[in-house]
């Protein structure tokens, strides 16, 4: 491999403090299997800080807020304006979430829900795998952004949670077909 071990066992150690590979004392690593309930709480934690954000925005000035105005310019657009590219419309998904955090002024909570997307990011980018995931993506960001910036934070909120736990529930129903394809 022409590396040498110092780099390797770091990144081997990071693996395994995030829960992505068991290690064995003088016997080796090992991958975990996947735990469904570990990335079920990390959404769970996600929602939490995307609602506190949306929170927060309702007392700001959204006029020319330049996080909003990228946002504006990217979900709320025309069907024949919107990207189809899985892989981009994953990218601008992600951007979206963290971008409500950014917007909301609260640079802990906005890297606390970094580290989590960056757990989560993997298994979020099974949801564009289906093009009506992606259609649903770009409908779901404008009526939420429609209601922050109609002020209708509780409804922004319910929309948004329902956004999220509609995606968790297809990443989790994708994961577990490609497991089940996975086995011999």
Same mark, same amino acid.
């Given at each position: 491999?022409?590396?040498?071990?110092?780099?390797?066992?770091?990144?081997?150690?990071?693996?395994?403090r995030e829960g992505y590979l068991e290690v064995y004392f003088r016997s080796g690593w090992r991958v975990r299997?996947?735990?469904?309930?570990?990335?079920?709480?990390?959404?769970?934690?996600?929602?939490?800080?995307?609602?506190?954000?949306?929170?927060?925005?309702?007392?700001?000035?959204?006029? &020319?807020?330049?996080?909003?105005?990228?946002?504006?310019?990217?979900?709320l657009v025309t069907p024949s304006e919107r990207l189809q590219d899985a892989q981009q419309v994953s990218a601008?998904?992600?951007?979206?979430?963290?971008?409500?955090?950014?917007?909301?002024?609260?640079?802990?909570?906005?890297?606390?829900?970094?580290?989590?997307?960056?757990?989560?990011?993997?298994?979020?980018?099974?949801?564009?795998?289906?093009?009506?995931?992606?259609?649903?993506?770009?409908?779901?960001?404008?009526?939420?952004?429609?209601?922050?910036?109609?002020?209708?934070?509780?409804?922004?909120? &319910?929309?948004?949670? &329902?956004?999220?736990?509609?995606?968790? &529930?297809?990443?989790?129903?994708?994961?577990?077909?490609?497991?089940?394809?996975?086995?011999?």
């Amino acid at each position: 491999m022409q590396a040498s071990r110092t780099p390797v066992r770091q990144a081997l150690y990071r693996l395994e403090r995030e829960g992505y590979l068991e290690v064995y004392f003088r016997s080796g690593w090992r991958v975990r299997a996947f735990d469904f309930n570990y990335f079920e709480e990390l959404y769970d934690v996600r929602i939490v800080l995307e609602c506190a954000a949306l929170t927060r925005l309702e007392a700001l000035d959204l006029e &020319q807020h330049p996080v909003i105005d990228e946002l504006k310019h990217t979900w709320l657009v025309t069907p024949s304006e919107r990207l189809q590219d899985a892989q981009q419309v994953s990218a601008l998904d992600e951007r979206f979430h963290c971008a409500l955090l950014e917007a909301a002024g609260n640079t802990e909570m906005a890297r606390l829900h970094l580290e989590i997307t960056e757990k989560i990011r993997i298994i979020r980018r099974l949801d564009f795998t289906q093009a009506a995931r992606i259609e649903a993506t770009y409908d779901e960001h404008a009526q939420i952004l429609g209601a922050v910036l109609d002020r209708q934070t509780r409804h922004a909120q &319910q929309l948004l949670t &329902q956004h999220i736990e509609i995606s968790k &529930q297809e990443v989790r129903k994708i994961t577990l077909h490609r497991l089940h394809v996975a086995r011999p």
